[in-house]
């Protein structure tokens, strides 16, 4: 066999590899459609889901937002929270069922006395990433969280409300910095009354 004729043969042979690799990749990067309406929990219709493999997978992200909103006494009159939250999150369903939520969330807002929002206001920060395993698959109640890189700054105050670090929801296991709101609340009020 010539020289010439194992180039040819070679030159043909890649090509039938690449034209193979060309027609499954497709076929192994396919998703199907699934109606986020018969998951458990179900989600809104405009939710988008693929099935991959034994999961499902959504996209839940969005922006949403809160004017006003009573949020408790914290001892000096009923505080209202206006904020604008926009998080970016993934659910996985396995047979239908939720199994994994994980979510990256930021906010930004202000607290009032008023229920309007008018001055004076104390504003605040919320960055934060989390991920939760449920142990009894669809069943929102059931969530392991873990919360990772939180950060609650509120600029007013300073040290006396900051919260960064790793800290798994309800148990003690909780590494940085939480200063929570709810011990230091006397801070808050001074500048909320003015």
Same mark, same amino acid.
């Given at each position: 066999?010539?020289?010439?004729?194992?180039?040819?043969l070679?030159?043909?042979g890649a090509?039938?590899g690449?034209?193979l690799?060309l027609?499954?990749?497709p076929?192994?990067s396919?998703?199907?459609l699934v109606d986020?309406?018969?998951?458990?929990p179900?989600l809104r219709? &405009?939710?988008?889901? +693929? =099935?991959l $493999?034994?999961y #499902?997978q959504?996209?839940?992200?969005g922006?949403? %937002?809160?004017e006003?909103?009573?949020?408790g006494d914290?001892?000096?009159?009923?505080v209202?929270?206006t904020e604008l939250?926009?998080d970016? &999150?993934?659910?996985? +369903? =396995?047979d $239908?069922?939720? #199994?994994r939520?994980?979510?990256q969330e930021?906010? %930004?807002g202000?607290?009032?006395?008023?229920?309007t929002g008018?001055?004076?206001?104390?504003?605040f920060?919320?960055?934060?990433?989390?991920?939760e395993?449920f142990?009894?698959p669809?069943?929102?109640t059931s969530?392991v969280r873990v919360i990772?890189?939180? %950060?609650l700054?509120?600029?007013?105050?300073?040290?006396e409300w900051?919260e960064s670090?790793?800290?798994v929801l309800?148990?003690?296991?909780?590494r940085g910095?939480f200063?929570f709101?709810e011990?230091?609340m006397g801070?808050?009020?001074?500048?909320?009354?003015?």
């Amino acid at each position: 066999m010539g020289t010439t004729h194992r180039r040819q043969l070679a030159a043909i042979g890649a090509a039938a590899g690449l034209v193979l690799t060309l027609a499954i990749a497709p076929a192994a990067s396919a998703r199907t459609l699934v109606d986020p309406t018969t998951l458990t929990p179900p989600l809104r219709p &405009s939710r988008v889901c +693929y =099935q991959l $493999g034994p999961y #499902v997978q959504c996209d839940t992200s969005g922006p949403e %937002t809160e004017e006003n909103e009573p949020i408790g006494d914290f001892g000096c009159g009923v505080v209202y929270e206006t904020e604008l939250d926009t998080d970016h &999150s993934t659910r996985w +369903y =396995q047979d $239908g069922l939720i #199994v994994r939520r994980a979510v990256q969330e930021k906010a %930004t807002g202000f607290w009032s006395l008023s229920p309007t929002g008018a001055e004076p206001i104390v504003t605040f920060q919320l960055d934060f990433s989390w991920d939760e395993h449920f142990t009894i698959p669809g069943d929102i109640t059931s969530a392991v969280r873990v919360i990772k890189g939180s %950060t609650l700054l509120v600029p007013q105050l300073g040290a006396e409300w900051h919260e960064s670090g790793y800290d798994v929801l309800d148990t003690e296991d909780q590494r940085g910095q939480f200063s929570f709101p709810e011990d230091n609340m006397g801070a808050l009020c001074p500048l909320l009354v003015g």
